[in-house]
């Protein structure tokens, strides 16, 4: 009787395992949450003072740091130089002065703003809806060519 009772509590969780199927999708949370950790982790890594952009999502790819303003990404000179300009996909706000990063999508901060806040931490991805201030707006993916620190209240676009 013990022989029959053990086969079929086997059978039984045999056959839930056929009802309910582990999915693709719910795998998903568990690799964006993953990814979202990177950020959190590089947030705690880095220095107190700074900012950091990131080549890819997720705090990937280091591409540069700053703990002041440059108004080129694209010249040889301060934090950010040459290709770094408009390769930015995720940033990172360590700063202690100011309360945002302010980041422009030209030189000399020109072409509208968009901040990022001590208290946001960190944009994992500039998605479409990250976009700069002004008319046109234009998304801030691939498009900062500048950054520099200023009072949050300073900001009219804050990133999501």
């Not at 039984?12 to 690799?31: C, E, F, I, K």
């Not at 590089?42 to 220095?47: S, V």
């Amino acid at each position: 009787m013990r022989k029959l009772t053990a086969t079929l509590a086997a059978l039984g969780v045999a056959g839930l395992g056929v009802l309910v199927p582990a999915t693709s999708t719910q795998a998903a949370p568990t690799a964006r949450a993953a990814a979202a950790a990177n950020c959190d982790d590089n947030y705690e890594q880095a220095r107190l003072g700074y900012m950091y952009a990131y080549r890819l999502s997720y705090c990937e790819k280091y591409l540069g740091s700053a703990k002041s303003w440059d108004e080129n990404w694209g010249n040889s000179s301060r934090s950010f130089q040459g290709d770094d300009d408009n390769r930015a996909t995720s940033l990172l706000h360590r700063g202690t002065s100011g309360d945002a990063v302010a980041f422009y999508r030209l030189k000399d901060y020109k072409g509208g703003a968009i901040c990022l806040t001590k208290g946001q931490k960190y944009a994992s991805s500039l998605k479409s809806d990250d976009v700069f201030s002004g008319n046109p707006s234009y998304t801030a993916d691939n498009r900062i060519s500048s950054h520099r620190w200023v009072a949050k209240e300073a900001c009219k676009k804050f990133m999501d």
